[in-house]
Each structure stands twice: as C-alpha cells, then as structure tokens.
C-alpha cells in the first residue's frame, strides 16, 4: 500500500492508475516539479529574510547597522517579519503585518501560482496563538509546509468533477497533515531547548505548546476548495451577486451564533477569540473543515486572519470594503496594491491584532 502522488489517497502497489483521482500510477513516468513549486521556491522569503531587519530605516532612509539600528537617527530598524509580502504571480499576492499592538508578528502566509490568471493557486495563512510557545515559528513553518504539499501535487490525470474534487480535497486533508507536523518539530525543538537548559537528558510536555490556526484555498481554474481550522477564514466576493464566506470558524464566537446570538455580540464578547479547534499537541484533532464552489464570474477570492476581518466580519461589508478600495484607482486594484490598502485599513481600524490578507483576482474567460 501507497499513496497518490497527486491527491494522497492510499492505492495499492499493483494499481496503474488511482481510483479517486485518475492519476497514472506507473512507476516508469518520471515526476516533474510543477510550475507552481517553481514559482514558490522562487518567491518566498527564506527563513533569515523574515529573521532579519530591514536593510533600510523607515524612518529616515538611512542604513542600517549590524545591531539592528540606523546609523543616521538612531531607530531600531523593524524586522523583517513584521511587515512582508508575497506575490507569485500578477493575480494573487498577500500582505502580512504585525499590526499596531503586538510586540511581534504571529501571522504567516505561504502563496504559489502559475502565471496564467485563473489557472492554478495556493493561498495559506495562518494565525500563530498567542498564549503559545514560538506561536511566530509554528505559524511560519505551517504555512509553509502546507504550501509545499500541496503545490507538490500534479493535476494532471486528474480527472473532473467529483473526482477533481476529492482529490483535491484529499491534498487539502494532506497539507494540514503536515502543518500539524511543522507544529509539532517546533515544540519538539523548544522542549529540547528546555531540557538542555536544565542540564537534562528530557523535559516535562511545554504548558502552552506551539500552536496555531490554518487556513488554505486551492483554485484549480473554476474549481475553489477551501480548507480551515481555526478561526483563519476564506472569504468569495463576487463584481456582482451575493458575496459568500467560505469557512466557518471553529470558536466560542460560532458556538454562540449557531446558538442564536446575534453575530455582532457574539464576536465582541470576552470569550470571541477563543478556539475550539488548531494545530498543535494539545488541539483536539486537525481535519480541515472543507467547502467547494465553482467559479464562475468575475471577482476577489480572499483569504485572511482575524486581525482583518475582526473589523469588517460579515461577508457583504467586506465585499463593499473590497469594492470601495479596489475602485480608488487602476492600480488600487491589482492583488498586491489592494492586499496592502486592506492591512492598512485593519491598522486604521486599530490594529489590535497581526494583519493578513491574502488575494487572488478571478477573472473566468
């Protein structure tokens, strides 16, 4: 017994072709790096990019030195996590940013494209907790890890319609496999820490071991799967229609809501972040929560943590946010130009938590 190189489902050894997806199983097809695991490697930050300080003060523009500071004003430089984005391809582009409150940035994001618009994409963000240990690191290394899965996944041979959709649904399952798993490597490193710290061979389980939440959305041409644990959410505005949010959150706050309390008092209640569900050593289990819908008319796939849509919750506001901002000009309107307007409206609104905005523009035909 194996699994699919393309949607993970277990096969067997003798099967020349998977079940669930149709994908060739022959050992003598070589495997191809897929456009879009190019097009992340060649995109993403590394780890010391995001570790570092910004080369330049963003105060006065002066440079900055090995300390950290600038050797003009005297500022502490931010670092480089603080405030960074991704754009793989003209389409899709995130921003993520610390906020205004937190004295460091928890949330991650992880994207890939091809570059034909509408053809293929992968979105991830998630929200490190935290109450947690290294919530910054688990966020960072879930992300990715997500990412790599599933842009290692070839669609071709996929086949079409409910098939296309459990496999890509299994690749969904696969990836948050293995954002559990980067969780996890790095409370086993900080409880590693803590034992030689102590002189000792072993440490007693961390008290708030690292975790974090997770979200991700796959676009495979009219095809939209989404995936979510936690309180990271996907959201679909359509130019014209009814705007849609594509997850429902694992939270105190939902619990209230499916209850019958008003979504307004629900999520500003003292208890409206807390989590029923993450990524982690302690979380309950970590199954994404999927949805599917087919793309069919022109408009902006979003895919954010709460420091967004704490100000601007419910579906058709952050569409009228999305369509204000993104009509202020031309260029307002391009994924990584409206990615940054939306952070800096989050920031506006308060910035009580880390920010970040993740966008594809869908434009079918």
Not at 103 to 115: C, I
Not at 207 to 214: E, G, H, I, V
Not at 302 to 325: F, H, I, K, M
Not at 331 to 351: D, I, N
């Amino acid at each position: 017994m194996t699994t699919c190189p393309s949607c993970h489902v277990a096969v067997e050894d003798s099967e020349e072709y998977c079940e669930a997806c149709g994908a060739e199983l022959s050992p003598t097809v070589a495997a191809t790096e897929p456009p879009l695991a190019q097009e992340a490697a060649r995109t993403l930050p590394t780890d010391d990019d995001l570790a570092g300080t910004a080369p330049t003060c963003p105060a006065c523009g002066g440079e900055v030195a090995g300390d950290g500071y600038c050797g003009t004003c005297g500022a502490r430089a931010p670092k480089r996590r603080d405030h960074f984005s991704e754009q793989p391809a003209a389409w899709v582009a995130a921003v993520c940013d610390r906020g205004l409150r937190h004295p460091r940035n928890e949330d991650a994001v992880a994207l890939a494209a091809d570059a034909e618009p509408g053809s293929r994409a992968v979105l991830v963000v998630c929200d490190g907790v935290s109450s947690s240990i290294d919530s910054d690191l688990a966020s960072l290394a879930a992300a990715r890890a997500a990412r790599d899965v599933l842009v290692s996944s070839h669609p071709r041979g996929m086949g079409a319609g409910l098939s296309l959709i459990a496999a890509v649904i299994a690749r969904l399952g696969a990836a948050a496999d293995a954002a559990s798993e980067a969780v996890l490597e790095v409370s086993r490193n900080a409880k590693s820490i803590a034992a030689m710290g102590r002189g000792a061979v072993d440490a007693p389980p961390l008290p708030n071991p690292a975790s974090c939440t997770f979200v991700a959305a796959v676009v495979e041409h009219d095809l939209l799967v989404v995936g979510s644990v936690g309180d990271s959410r996907a959201y679909w505005l359509p130019d014209a229609g009814a705007p849609t949010a594509l997850t429902l959150d694992d939270s105190f706050a939902q619990v209230q809501i499916t209850a019958g309390v008003p979504r307004l008092e629900a999520e500003s209640g003292p208890q409206s972040h807390a989590i029923t569900r993450w990524l982690g050593a302690d979380a309950p289990d970590h199954k994404p929560t999927t949805a599917t819908m087919t793309l069919a008319a022109p408009g902006w796939l979003l895919v954010c943590s709460d420091g967004l849509w704490n100000y601007c919750s419910a579906a058709q506001d952050l569409a009228a946010l999305v369509r204000e901002t993104s009509s202020a000009s031309p260029a307002a309107a391009e994924p990584l130009a409206l990615a940054e307007a939306l952070v800096s409206w989050a920031k506006a609104q308060g910035g009580q938590d880390n920010i970040s905005a993740a966008l594809a523009r869908i434009q079918p035909g």
